[in-house]
Each structure stands twice: as C-alpha cells, then as structure tokens.
C-alpha cells in the first residue's frame, strides 16, 4: 500500500544525479550542507544524518548509555522502529498509554511507570502534532531522565513557539518517502 507520494521536481531529479555521478556519492559537500541546514533550522549545534529514523533512534540510546536491564519509556501508537530501537540498545520499551484527543503520548501517566531502571523518556510527534511534547520534558527534568525526540513525522511543527526537535536532549527525524520531505 502506498501512503504517500514525493513530489519531486526536475531540478531535485537533477541534483541527485549530479551527487550519483560524483565522486562524494555517501558523504561529502551535500551531506555537510543538509546536516548543517537541518541543524539550525531546528536551533541545535549540530546534526548527523544517518540511514533512517531506526537507527538514529538507536544511536541516541547508546549515546545515552542506554542498554541490558535499562527501561526507556515511550508510547505504543506509533510506527515499530521507536519500541524496536530501544530493544536494539538491549533495553526494555515501558509503554505509556496514549492521549485520546492527541493520541501523543499521555504526559499524566508517565510518572507511575517511571523506576529505578528508567533511563529516558523516549515521546513520539505523531502525525506532527506535538501536544504535551513541552509536559514531557518537565517531567523528565523533574526526573533527571534525557528525552529522545522521536521527531521523524515532526519536521516543521512548533508548539509554543518551539520547533519539533528541540525540546529533547536528542531528537531524530526521518526522510523516508512518507515524511515531511524525502532525502535522495
């Protein structure tokens, strides 16, 4: 089943051919440019561009520490990669039931599920709508637990006069054809 599809220009077609035809095909003056771009649109010091939003989110838990006997705790209505990533890390996603208006994570039942064994708080954007995304992180400073920002559906979204993706110690977004924009 298709759920989207990229509107892709000529002139996109064309800059992707010319990174194909080059010399710098993985990495290089392209990547530099869209790691930078993305990081100050978003008001971060910097970005790391990655193969997809699953791996980002993984490499955000080991940067973390997260790993064997930890729990992350985040939220059940989402695409899989945000449980799966936790579980790569060796750690154990604790769901969070949802807000049924914002169907985001529901901030008012996060604090029973947090433990000694909690060691970040990992919120979804979904459908791009960041509501209770600024309530999360109060809790998880309240806490002393990191936040990873699952942004991958958030790229653009403000709430509060904030952007999507920068409310958490780490965020990750996703370009997948499906997403906000897609990457070549």
Do not use: W
Request: glycine residues 10%; proline residues 5%.
């Amino acid at each position: 089943m298709n759920l989207s599809r990229p509107d892709i220009t000529q002139a996109e077609i064309d800059a992707v051919c010319h990174v194909l035809t080059g010399l710098d095909l993985s990495l290089g003056p392209k990547l530099d440019e869209f790691e930078k771009t993305l990081a100050e649109y978003i008001g971060r010091k910097r970005g790391v561009a990655v193969n997809s939003g699953t791996s980002g989110l993984f490499l955000c838990a080991k940067a973390l520490g997260i790993g064997h006997g930890d729990e992350v705790i985040t939220t059940p209505f989402t695409f899989i990669a945000s449980a799966t990533s936790i579980m790569m890390a060796g750690a154990k996603p604790v769901f969070v039931d949802i807000d049924p208006v914002s169907l985001n994570i529901d901030p008012a039942k996060i604090e029973k599920k947090i433990t000694e064994k909690t060691k970040a708080i990992l919120p979804v954007v979904i459908f791009g709508n960041p509501t209770g995304l600024d309530e999360v992180c109060r809790i998880a400073d309240r806490h002393n637990l990191p936040v990873i920002e699952d942004s991958c559906e958030g790229l653009g979204s403000i709430l509060n006069g904030k952007k999507v993706g920068s409310f958490g110690t780490m965020s990750v977004f996703g370009f997948y054809p499906n997403k906000q924009i897609t990457t070549g």
